[in-house]
């Protein structure tokens, strides 16, 4: 049976993701930030070929598509969510604004973001994209989709099965990250995530851990155990010891890529016995943040 792999890509940071402002529909332009990542990322997909390049036809996802060689074709339904009055706004003016879709956000409501779209509407709209794309490729293939990191998210946590579930396990995309899945008939891999090792290091946005996280850093060898390895730990103990070392901390722990294959799949827990994480080559980084709360997959097998 043949293979359909799909990449979605986050575009690169747009004017208003540096402002630190909602965007949703707006079509706000890529930041001088955001034409750096974009330009790594044609570097990084000079040798790649793909059957079928998709961007949503938001500039910012756009002008990140012109990294890549072949028809371009443009496809609104990948749009992110419509955040309706949110756009342009700080969080800190919706919050003074729009306290009660604050609150019923808090609840878990449903309700339409500032009037624009609500989420079940945007997981249909995501869905029905995926959908389409891998009817128009029964024979398997490669696909690359330039789109925004709420949709990349909503369509991870559908195929996990975690949309009911807060924070999804799969999340915080960020600018030009690449997320690799591959299609077997109803089989779903994660061969990647996240992946955004060609942008330049000052170019990257890490996540910096609050008080009450830590991030577990999972390094895939080759089977050996590398010196300076802590003390040779499990992951259960590497996950305690992180913990013990309190706000902010950083835990690196080497395994084999089976392990840590396991040790994810385990984290993110998904509902559906059909969605796998392929195992990381030798070599590539697994960053999994730890809080009281939950676990959650920052990234996953990047070089």
Not at 110 to 124: I, L, Q, R
Request: aromatic fraction near 6%; proline fraction near 5%; charged fraction near 25%.
């Amino acid at each position: 049976m043949s293979a359909l792999e799909v990449c979605l890509v986050r575009h690169a940071e747009s004017v208003s993701n540096a402002g630190g402002v909602w965007q949703g529909h707006g079509d706000s332009p890529l930041s001088d930030r955001g034409q750096t990542q974009a330009d790594a990322l044609k570097r990084a997909l000079a040798d790649e070929k793909y059957d079928v390049v998709i961007s949503s036809d938001l500039s910012r996802a756009a002008d990140s598509a012109r990294s890549t060689h072949g028809p371009l074709e443009l496809d609104q339904t990948w749009r992110e969510i419509d955040v309706g009055d949110w756009e342009g706004m700080t969080m800190e003016q919706v919050v003074e604004q729009f306290p009660e879709q604050i609150a019923a956000l808090k609840e878990r409501q449903t309700f339409a973001v500032g009037g624009g779209e609500s989420w079940p509407e945007v997981f249909a709209r995501a869905d029905g994209a995926l959908r389409v794309l891998r009817e128009r490729m029964p024979e398997g293939g490669r696909a690359i989709v330039f789109t925004h990191g709420g949709i990349i998210a909503a369509i991870l946590a559908g195929l996990i099965g975690a949309r009911g579930r807060w924070p999804w396990p799969l999340g915080r995309m960020r600018n030009t990250g690449r997320s690799t899945l591959r299609f077997t008939g109803d089989r779903v891999e994660l061969v990647g995530h996240n992946d955004d090792s060609h942008v330049p290091d000052h170019h990257r946005k890490t996540y910096q851990p609050r008080s009450d996280q830590v991030v577990l850093k999972l390094i895939s060898s080759d089977g050996a155990n590398p010196a300076g390895n802590p003390a040779g730990l499990d992951f259960n103990s590497a996950i305690k010891v992180a913990r013990a070392k309190g706000a902010g901390g950083v835990m690196s722990v080497f395994g084999s890529g089976r392990e840590i294959a396991e040790l994810v799949q385990t984290s993110a827990n998904p509902s559906t016995k059909d969605f796998r994480f392929v195992e990381p080559l030798a070599g590539s980084a697994t960053d999994l943040l730890i809080s009281e709360r939950h676990p959650m997959v920052l990234d996953y097998g990047v070089p």
